[in-house]
């Protein structure tokens, strides 16, 4: 690129020095400075991993949501003494994290969160202290950083999943109430509050994976329940009556695995 460049200017600046070729050059010059602040002097091979710094806390049982000003926010999560209540910040820019001034309202680990269409990111439920389910629910603000308690979910659980549907609401999915897995689904709407859905999953799981399909459908695959590991996957339709079907097999059951949209809209589950 930069070879390019340079040919390009000598060929442009050439010999001659009128007003009009002064101008030219000054308008080349400008793009060659562009380009070097656009393209980064040291760039990472692709396929390769490298260091990068490490959060101020450690911690596990967290979340990971990229916001729509290209940053990632942390959240929540445990340590030795506990469910955490703090978060961080990781800017691509920078390479560094930085803490968030404001606290959950409420110390959480194994949550879901889910960015909404405004920016703001919906935390829900999760486990406390004694690993027991919660059904609060806390909303990120960026432009504030701050967090906010919500309506809390009419049934508390863990190891759900979250998807925000089209059109805007959120679907929770399953989960373990702390003795059973659950098929109740519920539908979370900020500054509406929940609502249960009028159809349960066919059946009941926790430790499942779900994913929201080009159609506004969400699949819902694998898990666990009182009978074992899963292999049976669902579909939710949110614009048949929230109708849910059953959507064939997995080749292998599996739990706590991941559930990924391609770009030709094929669904890759992994892991478990």
């Known amino acids: 690129?930069?070879?390019?460049?340079?040919?390009?200017?000598?060929?442009?600046?050439?010999?001659?020095?009128?007003?009009?070729r002064r101008?030219?050059?000054?308008?080349?010059?400008?793009?060659?400075?562009?380009?070097?602040?656009?393209?980064?002097?040291?760039?990472?091979?692709?396929?390769?991993?490298?260091?990068?710094?490490?959060m101020a806390q450690g911690r596990?049982?967290?979340?990971?949501?990229?916001?729509?000003?290209?940053?990632?926010?942390?959240?929540?999560?445990?340590?030795?003494?506990?469910?955490?209540?703090?978060?961080?910040?990781?800017?691509?820019?920078?390479?560094?994290?930085?803490?968030?001034?404001?606290?959950?309202?409420?110390?959480?680990?194994?949550?879901?969160?889910?960015?909404?269409n405004d920016g703001t990111v919906l935390f829900a439920e999760g486990n406390r202290d004694s690993g027991q389910p919660i059904s609060a629910v806390q909303l990120f603000d960026p432009s504030t950083s701050t967090f906010t308690a919500l309506t809390p979910m009419s049934t508390p659980r863990s190891q759900h999943t979250a998807t925000l549907l089209g059109d805007?609401?959120?679907l929770i999915a399953g989960g373990s109430d702390g003795v059973r897995a659950l098929a109740a689904l519920e539908l979370y709407y900020p500054g509406t509050g929940p609502f249960p859905a009028p159809n349960p999953l066919l059946t009941p799981r926790q430790a499942h994976a779900a994913a929201l399909l080009p159609d506004g459908r969400v699949l819902v695959v694998g898990g666990s329940?009182?009978?074992?590991?899963?292999?049976?996957?669902?579909?939710?339709?949110?614009?048949?009556?929230?109708?849910?079907?059953?959507?064939?097999s997995l080749s292998?059951?599996?739990?706590?695995?991941?559930?990924?949209?391609?770009?030709?809209?094929t669904v890759l589950v992994a892991g478990g």
Do not use: C
Not at 238 to 246: C, E, G, Q, S
Not at 254 to 262: E, M, N, P, V, Y
């Open 1 to 20: 690129m930069g070879a390019m460049v340079l040919r390009a200017f000598r060929k442009l600046l050439g010999t001659e020095s009128s007003p009009r």
């Open 23 to 54: 101008f030219q050059t000054r308008l080349m010059w400008l793009l060659v400075a562009a380009i070097l602040v656009a393209t980064p002097l040291v760039a990472q091979t692709p396929g390769t991993w490298e260091p990068a710094a490490g």
């Open 60 to 116: 596990a049982g967290h979340t990971a949501t990229l916001l729509p000003n290209g940053k990632v926010l942390t959240a929540g999560g445990k340590d030795a003494l506990g469910p955490l209540a703090t978060a961080e910040l990781y800017d691509p820019a920078t390479g560094l994290y930085t803490k968030v001034a404001a606290s959950l309202a409420t110390p959480v680990w194994g949550h879901t969160a889910t960015l909404l």
């Open 168 to 170: 805007g609401w959120v």
């Open 225 to 248: 329940n009182a009978s074992g590991v899963l292999s049976l996957a669902e579909l939710y339709d949110p614009n048949k009556d929230n109708t849910i079907v059953p959507a064939g």
């Open 252 to 265: 292998f059951a599996r739990t706590q695995a991941s559930a990924a949209l391609l770009l030709d809209g």
